[in-house]
């Protein structure tokens, strides 16, 4: 399959979801499945990648060649997803393939922080990615086995922390939120302890240090004695204890393995040792909904254990999947930042380098036992197009914070601009705004210490969007499956976001972290009472609905009037796009002269009349897409940058 044959059978994918009913939110499609060609077209797999977009109403696009071709770029951009999720064989999944992953995610737009979270689904076999795939949740995370990081345990409910070092070793113990005990194991090697604790299907996350390979992971710190290893073997893991009798994991309940500190345990290899390799296993018997780690030896240790301050120390703030993103986020801002006593070096080397396996949708938090390490409350008020944040931070304990604090925006804006940083390192992105409120050489943190740091930026002008309701091709008609979920929201009594909902809600409570859906005009917030509801039946009974600055929701019954004819242009932008024409706003229209007959958009290969070409550019908007349309010779083009996609005669 050729590229643009690529990007073509991407189209089709979103018209398809489009009628599905794929919501048409402001950020484009909110979950992504990408997936190679070959292993779309193998049976099995295509499954796996049925399955994601079936739970996540997600878009599907697959693409040829190495990982990842410009146009499977150009395609994310578009729709700037809130996840990606990779499916992939353990044969493509790897070191340059979770190095390209990443890469791929901090291309979307013209910032160098990620734009998505993204994990990788794979498995030894279909099966096995396909239990990830179909990992439902959330998962609350209350009981842990930590064979590192005991100083972890007073922030979960409840676990084991068996020490690594030292004999005897450490053995801690947390029951239902009591004390943490504090003493020794009795027992020299824990290999049958961890596997037996594994296989109780009590555990919701281990955490795991010290020397690994791809292959196993030695359990004792420096050396191996007294204790024995974790090894794999065609997709099962199993414990080796000091007496080289193994003993089989065999764990079924969904949990995070986060190995935080373990040298290329992530990495599947790209020969056939990749059967026994630590990954593969941890994601089968292992029973792993999420698996966390290096795909290279760790010497810094930035990513692995930074997933902590954003997962662990804010108690249930940010899932497991946020936590790894936010990680990854933090240390590019302490890059470009040169922050102090961080070493710049490591960031470089971890950045590309630390995997998320499974669903990157998949709610795994903390449950809270403990006050977190600090408060933090994101405020905003909105005003035509311009929207200004206020975000308040407390700190509850006196301890220096040693990554960014990061606060995730409840929508996109462009145009971020700081207006108070309170003298605080600080960025804005697109999707989340990165503070630094602690350095090395600065005075020592306070409890209670506050800051309240301001910011602003713009957000598409809402008379161009459609109504939340309107989720379904044709855009500007509210059908009667549309109208169906607004009701359900008005008879449950609220509603809230969700992200498999395929207008981006779901009936009854839950969620309200982002905007509220179009007909949630009037107070009480996040209920649909019957006045809402009527407006949205009015537009159902006209067959159409308009924009209209005097609607108490912003819109009115019936098609809108009057309007300059659309340019012949954009009439078939939207026709190749699959929506009304109404729906296409031209943003910048543009009179060129173009240097050949290529428009300036060549496609690869081609070879084009050197001639002065009259034209136009004409900048469209659809939703939050925007798409660059040309027109010479009395034709159109769209300008995908190689491969331009031919829109017809202009009549």
């Not at 359900?488 to 009594?493: D, E, I, L, P, S």
Request: net charge negative; aromatic share 10%.
């Amino acid at each position: 399959m050729n590229s643009f044959r690529s990007f073509f059978q991407w189209r089709c994918a979103v018209a398809c979801a489009l009628a599905a009913g794929i919501p048409a939110s402001a950020v484009g499609a909110h979950y992504v499945v990408v997936s190679s060609e070959s292993t779309f077209a193998d049976t099995a797999w295509k499954q796996v990648t049925d399955a994601l977009k079936q739970k996540h109403a997600a878009v599907v696009m697959t693409y040829t060649g190495p990982a990842f071709p410009e146009t499977l770029r150009q395609a994310l951009a578009q729709e700037l997803p809130s996840y990606i999720c990779f499916v992939a064989k353990p044969e493509e999944a790897s070191e340059s393939y979770v190095r390209a992953c990443h890469q791929l995610a901090r291309a979307l737009d013209d910032d160098e922080y990620g734009d998505a979270i993204w994990g990788i689904v794979t498995g030894f076999d279909a099966d096995d990615a396909m239990r990830l795939a179909l990992q439902g949740g959330p998962l609350s995370v209350r009981n842990v086995l930590l064979k590192s990081g005991g100083q972890f345990l007073e922030w979960f409910y409840s676990g084991q922390y068996h020490g690594e070092m030292g004999e005897p070793h450490p053995l801690w113990t947390r029951a239902e939120g009591g004390a943490v005990a504090r003493g020794f194991d009795t027992s020299a090697d824990d290999t049958l302890t961890l596997v037996n604790t594994l296989n109780s299907n009590q555990v919701h996350l281990m955490l795991t240090s010290g020397h690994a390979s791809e292959y196993n992971w030695q359990l004792h710190y420096p050396d191996p004695s007294p204790e024995g290893f974790f090894v794999a073997s065609n997709g099962r893991l199993y414990g080796r204890d000091a007496n080289s009798v193994t003993h089989l994991v065999n764990s079924t309940n969904p949990k995070i393995y986060w190995a935080a500190g373990n040298c290329l345990i992530a990495k599947i290899p790209g020969d056939s040792r990749r059967d026994n390799c630590m990954a593969l296993a941890w994601l089968g018997s292992g029973g792993a909904a999420q698996m966390a780690g290096y795909v290279v030896e760790t010497m810094f240790g930035y990513m692995g254990w930074g997933v902590g301050d954003y997962f662990i120390q804010l108690q249930g703030r940010y899932n497991f999947a946020e936590s790894v993103h936010l990680a990854n986020q933090g240390l590019i801002f302490d890059g470009r930042k040169h922050t102090p006593g961080v070493n710049r070096s490591g960031l470089i080397y971890d950045r590309d380098v630390f995997v998320l396996y499974g669903d990157p949708a998949f709610d795994a938090r903390v449950k809270p036992v403990k006050e977190a390490l600090y408060d933090m409350s994101l405020q905003h008020t909105q005003w035509q197009g311009k929207v200004d944040f206020t975000l308040s931070i407390r700190l509850n304990q006196a301890e220096n914070l040693q990554r960014p604090l990061i606060a995730r925006l409840p929508f996109r804006i462009q145009s971020p601009t700081v207006i108070n940083s309170g003298l605080r390192p600080m960025e804005v992105a697109d999707d989340m705004v990165i503070v630094r409120l602690w350095q090395e050489g600065e005075a020592e943190l306070q409890a209670s210490q506050t800051w309240t740091l301001r910011f602003s930026g713009s957000v598409p002008d809402p008379t161009t969007a459609a109504h939340s309701a309107d989720f379904r091709t044709p855009l500007w008609a509210i059908d009667g499956t549309e109208v169906s979920r607004v009701l359900a929201y008005w008879r449950a009594g609220a509603y809230h976001i969700h992200a498999g909902g395929a207008d981006g809600f779901a009936p009854g409570a839950g969620s309200t972290a982002g905007p509220r859906h179009s007909a949630d005009y009037q107070e009480p917030f996040w209920a649909i009472d019957s006045t809402e509801v009527s407006r949205v039946l009015a537009y159902w009974r006209a067959g159409a609905y308009h924009p209209s600055p005097s609607g108490a929701d912003g819109f009115a019954p019936g098609p809108a009037s009057g309007g300059a004819t659309p340019h012949p242009a954009v009439v078939l932008l939207a026709r190749y796009l699959g929506v009304p024409t109404a729906s296409v706003v031209v943003l910048q229209h543009t009179a060129v002269q173009w240097g050949d007959s290529s428009l300036a958009c060549p496609r690869q290969g081609m070879v084009y009349l050197p001639i002065m070409t009259p034209g136009e550019q004409i900048t469209c908007r659809v939703g939050n897409s925007t798409y660059d349309v040309r027109t010479g010779f009395r034709n159109a083009i769209l300008c995908l940058p190689g491969n331009p996609i031919d829109l017809g005669h202009l009549q």
